[in-house]
């Protein structure tokens, strides 16, 4: 089923160290070996090049280098396509933010990812964070459960 890869199943595969690596990286190249289409956008583009060269965040993060080669490659598998804000976005962005019992913190960026799967009409999320369980519309998809 064709959506788009959350960032913690991105950092997840290329974390070598922690308990979810291996079936991460299974769970990422069987996604990407299949028909797709699958979905990145720079927004998680950049929260994985933060979170994966973060020293206070990993004993061992990855050189800047690494990182963005990682997703070089992501970005280069044909039935991978980046999506877009349109011009819609900020009347999606403000309905969803309404939805939401106080978004506040973490949660904007939640919201800025559904409203970009809102806004495109994909409804299926591969992702570990059970805060996007509070958009209906999302069919979140956890391969760790």
Known sequence: MSGMLDTN????????EGPRHEP???????????PGPWYLC???VYEFLRVVTHPKVFASPLPWRDAWQFLEVLLGVPNVE???????HAEVLEMLLESVRNPS???MHDCHIAALLK???VGVLYTHDTDFR??????????FE
């Open 119 to 121: 806004e495109n009409g």
């Open 9 to 16: 199943i991105l950092v997840y595969a290329v974390n070598q």
């Open 82 to 88: 980046l999506l877009y804000e349109s011009e819609e």
């Open 134 to 143: 509070l958009f209906p519309f999302l069919k979140v998809i956890d391969p």
């Open 42 to 44: 720079w927004a998680i």
């Open 24 to 34: 991460a990286k299974a769970y990422l190249s069987d996604l990407l070996a299949s």
């Open 105 to 107: 913190g973490n949660l």
